[in-house]
């Protein structure tokens, strides 16, 4: 612990597993106060417990303005938003994602969180952190830089996120507001979000098999990883740095395997 983090208060949603996890426990272990948030009321409440004293948890659906308003109302000031939480519309009774088949009720469901859940995010950071200074870090996607044939309202979604961020990073300089927006770009980081698609048994060892295949590096990521990248964009070290994308993905987006290959070949 260095306490890079000493003093600040963080908002982290959809922090009960996964990425949101990793920056949680990051977070507190450098100092901050963390406010885990999540739908999963059980599961949140128990990680807060096991961070301990310098974490508290809240209810947040982040599709509902509502909900930001209640949790802000909670808070007594704002240092660090950390807007994570998200779904990739491959849950049972979404049905198809690709551009052709996906229904009009999957596409605006996943957009209202993705989407909706990172603008009312920043929407209400800003209005908590403009008095004082404060980072606001989205976290988009891999999925956001590049078309995916069979997640379509995701990779849209995301790509909405990486362009609001630049929005919001601008309009906090132009108002004078002393607070910093970036996208974070994560790509084959193993969370509970890829479960869905990997199985069980041994076809799962055989799909996370062939998912590193195509990671120059030749290995998915942890989640850690891409909250170390948080811990930096959260911190004062990356004080003069705002409206970046930074990605989180082990060198492919570096070349061409980012390119979906035709169906048949």
Not at 81 to 86: E, F, H, K
Request: hydrophobic share 40%; charged share 25%; proline share 4%.
């Amino acid at each position: 612990m260095s306490d890079r983090l000493k003093g600040k208060i963080a908002l982290i949603t959809g922090a009960a597993q996964g990425i949101g996890l990793a920056c949680a426990q990051a977070f507190a272990k450098e100092g901050a106060f963390v406010f885990l948030s999540d739908v999963n009321d059980d599961l949140g409440k128990k990680v807060a417990d096991k961070i301990g004293k310098e974490a508290k948890y809240l209810h947040l659906d982040v599709q509902h303005e509502s909900d930001w308003e209640s949790a802000m109302k909670q808070i007594p000031h704002l240092d660090i938003l950390i807007n994570n939480a998200g779904i990739t519309g491959f849950q049972p009774g979404f049905g198809l994602q690709d551009p052709e088949n996906a229904s009009l009720d999957s596409w605006r469901k996943v957009h209202a969180v993705n989407s909706d859940g990172v603008f009312l995010g920043c929407k209400k950071a800003i209005q908590k952190m403009k008095a004082r200074r404060g980072s606001i870090v989205n976290i988009s996607s891999r999925s956001g830089l590049v078309g995916i044939p069979g997640a379509a309202a995701y990779a849209a979604s995301k790509a909405a996120v990486r362009n609001h961020t630049k929005s919001v990073a601008l309009y906090c300089c132009q108002q004078g507001y002393d607070i910093r927006c970036n996208s974070i770009h994560p790509a084959a980081i193993l969370t509970p979000m890829w479960e869905p698609m990997l199985g069980s048994g041994k076809e799962r060892e055989e799909r996370l098999a062939d998912f590193a295949k195509d990671i120059p590096m030749h290995r998915l990521g942890e989640p850690k990883d891409v909250a170390y990248a948080a811990l930096f964009l959260a911190s004062d070290e990356s004080k003069y740095i705002t409206g970046i994308e930074l990605t989180v993905d082990g060198g492919i987006l570096a070349g061409s395997c980012a390119s979906p290959s035709r169906k048949n070949e």
